[in-house]
């Protein structure tokens, strides 16, 4: 973790980030990564995982709304809507840059459905967000914040350069996603020290079963995954 986004030891996230530690080591010595990091990535996978993330951003932006709905303050609102915003404004990126760099036909995207893990975590995203309070909320949403930013910062860290996948690589590397997801800690953090321990034990499991899914949503690109059936 990154000293700047290490949080003191009483805090949710500190234990949440604790608790998870294993999965993080997971997703950070997977093959996708390893092989995004030195440039070896086969283009179909990423081309797979890019098509997925594009479908998932949609979700992932609406749940962030929901989130924004049941904000208990003015600065949550605009919090979460703007994160909302950026998430579809990073889904566009995918189109008009990343698919046209990979050579993902617009047409291609449009006759892709969302593998099954894609489909298991943006339903786990959406249904966590219409029927869960709003600490839980922010705490399923956290890791795909955090995640984000410190596997962009550790695959940085050990990147073959130039690479292939640089243009990925900056975006969650990048100190703008990274004081987003600043922000987004520290207002978990903050519902988190008001939460009743039903609540803090609701947040801890919506954070937990997220992360598995980060790490599930990079196996199944490398794995092409898709339907039996
Ligand atoms: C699956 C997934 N999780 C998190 C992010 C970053 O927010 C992303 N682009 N895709």
Not at 82 to 107: C, K, N
Not at 120 to 142: D, G, N, Q
């Amino acid at each position: 973790m990154t000293d700047a986004a290490r949080p003191t030891a009483a805090t949710f996230s500190a234990q949440a980030w604790q608790a998870n530690l294993p999965v993080y080591e997971a997703i950070r010595t997977m093959p996708f990564n390893m092989a995004l990091a030195d440039g070896t990535l086969p283009g179909e996978r990423f081309r797979h995982y890019m098509i997925q993330d594009a479908h998932y951003l949609i979700a992932f932006g609406r749940a962030l709304a929901i989130a924004a709905a049941k904000a208990d303050d003015a600065d949550g609102l605009v919090q979460f809507a703007q994160a909302a915003q950026v998430a579809v404004i990073v889904e566009r990126s995918l189109h008009t840059d990343f698919f046209r760099s990979f050579g993902v036909d617009p047409a291609e995207f449009e006759g892709t459905e969302m593998s099954p893990v894609c489909h298991h975590y943006t339903s786990f995203l959406i249904a966590t967000a219409h029927a869960e309070s709003y600490p839980v909320v922010l705490a399923a949403l956290l890791p795909c914040f955090w995640i984000y930013a410190e596997i962009g910062r550790d695959i940085l860290a050990r990147a073959v350069r130039p690479n292939a996948y640089d243009a990925w690589i900056d975006t969650y590397a990048g100190e703008e996603f990274h004081e987003a997801v600043r922000a987004v800690i520290a207002t978990t953090d903050r519902a988190a020290a008001t939460a009743s321990p039903d609540v803090l034990a609701r947040m801890h499991e919506a954070y937990r079963r997220a992360s598995q899914l980060e790490w599930m949503f990079w196996d199944s690109a490398w794995r092409l995954g898709a339907w039996p059936l």
